[in-house]
């Protein structure tokens, strides 16, 4: 199985700041890679896929990147409906797997 | 537009069954691969089971496989999950998920979920 570890697990952060989550793939899995958000209370919302996609609709501030084992997700200028919980995910091969989460807190 | 509604979650005993089901809505039920993901309370996402469009391919997570069987029925627009031999880690809130035309192991739209309680 490929394990997904993201970092960091949570960060602070102010409003228009930039922001960067990185994933980490225990094997290559060539830009197979989506990126997730999660407000509380309330089911994902896919954002990115093929590691720097967007999925129709996702505002131009978020951005993808990275190949073989290591991606990355900025967030250019962070806004209030930005916080939440961020997922990476593999869809290199079966068993689908999910990065840990990193949690984008107000500062 | 598309809608997910999961149903059928509750409060059941270890090493009981479970079925869930998910009505869909808003598009062409039959063309799609469908999904069930979970989140354990306070915990991440956990991929469960992939089913493809045409009921030829179904794939599981580690943790689930012999145990749950996920299956659709086209003409009903419905997607299962029966979950047999519970334990108290299958507590979760239980999602059903689209997948998008291009990829079907993507996760393209999401339920908002039926919470599964495993507990004597």
């Known amino acids: 199985d490929i394990q997904m570890t993201q970092s960091p697990s949570s960060l602070s952060a102010f409003v228009g700041d930039r922001v960067t989550i990185t994933c980490r793939a225990s094997?290559?899995?060539?830009?197979?890679l989506a990126w997730y958000q999660q407000e509380p209370g309330k089911a994902p919302k896919f954002l990115l896929y093929a590691a720097s996609r967007l999925e129709s609709g996702v505002p131009p501030r978020f951005s993808g990147s990275g190949s073989g084992t290591h991606y990355t997700l900025t967030i250019s200028r962070l806004q209030p409906e930005d916080f939440a919980t961020y997922y990476c995910q593999q869809y290199y091969s079966t068993p689908l797997t999910f990065g840990g989460g990193t949690k984008v807190e107000i500062k | 537009q598309v809608q997910l509604v999961e149903s059928g979650g509750g409060v059941v005993q270890p090493g009981r069954s479970l079925r869930l089901s998910c009505a869909a809505s808003?598009?062409?039920?039959?063309?799609?691969?469908m999904h069930w993901v979970r989140q354990a309370p306070g915990k991440g996402l956990e991929w469960v089971a992939l089913m493809s469009y045409d009921e030829t391919n179904k794939y599981y997570g580690d943790s689930v496989k012999g145990r749950f069987t996920i299956s659709r029925d086209n003409s009903k627009n419905t997607l299962y999950l029966q979950m047999d031999s519970l334990r108290a880690a299958d507590t979760a809130v239980y999602y059903c998920?689209?997948?998008?035309?291009?990829?079907?192991?993507?996760?393209?739209?999401w339920g908002q979920g039926t919470l599964v309680t495993v507990s004597s």
């Open positions: 998920v689209k997948a998008p035309d291009y990829d079907p192991y993507l996760f393209e739209y």
């Open positions: 094997q290559g899995i060539s830009n197979s």
């Open positions: 808003g598009f062409t039920f039959s063309s799609y691969g």
